[in-house]
DNA sequence: TAGATTGTTAATCGATTAACAATC
DNA sequence: TAGATTGTTAATCGATTAACAATC
């Protein structure tokens, strides 16, 4: 329900934060509670009420004054919007250290990502699999993500194969690649990247951890 | 909330931005450049030149107009700045899939990262070493914290885990945890926490992606 | 009812972008 | 010089926060 067409835009920090109350929720189903406010949930992730407010109605949600939000519809309500209960298929390549983590991680199935196979450019990894999924060549991936339609590429690999790996992942028809590489890729505009740099967030630490060390 | 007493206050996004110039940078060195201007940078990366200038601005670095920015000078200017050429010492807790990940990861000793310890709880790891870095009983921490004086911790247990774990490494006198775990961390104001949810990264990914499979 | 909470509009704050003078 | 680029101030934009009426 509540299908607003091209409803207000919602900001990327609204949606950076939709996961975070997901997880607090889910916490708190656990303990038993079947009713939230947004002042409790504000309160506990320290942040403000009107803000909480904000986020959740932009997942559609319409709560009771007085009362709150009803837990199992509120999940739901964002689940439903991040597209979180309709897996998306997708594909890693780079089955290194970090692409093996992923593809062992196992929590991505209940977020609605499915890793179908995983892609490496050496022999030796060629024809296993890690945590279930088959290494395949990555020779194959046009064919397999064309003939399977995938719509999302995960890129794992060392800095210096990472833009050829893009390329061919958009040559092949992916929309979306989530690149972890330390890497600036180059896509067409059309696709969608979303950077997750580990030295990025690590910096943000260093620096602030630095400046309070001066105190 | 934040009292950081800096000459210049430093906004987040800018220091995420740091790391990705670093980056293209680099890839620009090697291929012989030594001079760059912001018109370059923002060009290449999609961004606006002022809001490079500014960025640059931060780090203390000073261009000559009609020039442009020194490459050793200006890469130095932002390695300093984010601390990345005085190391910060850690120690990681949760020695599963992504947590021998990142001790595999190498990328980091350039940033100003080494990991000394890694604690687990499982007996079957402890004595052991991954990618060379021993692995520890976490009864060990708080001792090993306080000896070597480590200020930054890294969680990436599972998350019912996490946040005993964050309260031993804050009791045990850490400063900053980067938290790998799909969790939020209570922990006391002035500990610094970044929160690195691979789950929250996705879930961006995956709502742009579904909207743009709309249309 | 009284009071807590939602939903929404207005004000504030901060970051980005534009404009432009200074400089080499 | 002429023109590209820096550095900086002002304007704009967007997100957060405050205020408040509606509601149960």
Redesign the pocket.
Known sequence: MNQLQDPVPV????LKRLPVYHLFLKELQAKGRDVV????IAEALR?????V??D??ATG?????????QMPELLTSIETFLGWNNANEAVLVGAGNLGSALLGYGGFTEHGLSIVAAFDASPAKIGTEIHGVPVLDVAKLPDLVQRLNIHLGIITTPAPAAQAIADLLVESGVQAIWNLSPTYLEVPAEVIVENTQLAASLAVLSNRLAANLHH
């Open positions: 900001s990327r920090a609204t406010s947004c002042t409790r942040l403000e009420p009107t803000q407010r904000k959740l109605a949600i319409v709560g009771r004054p007085r009362i709150g939000y």
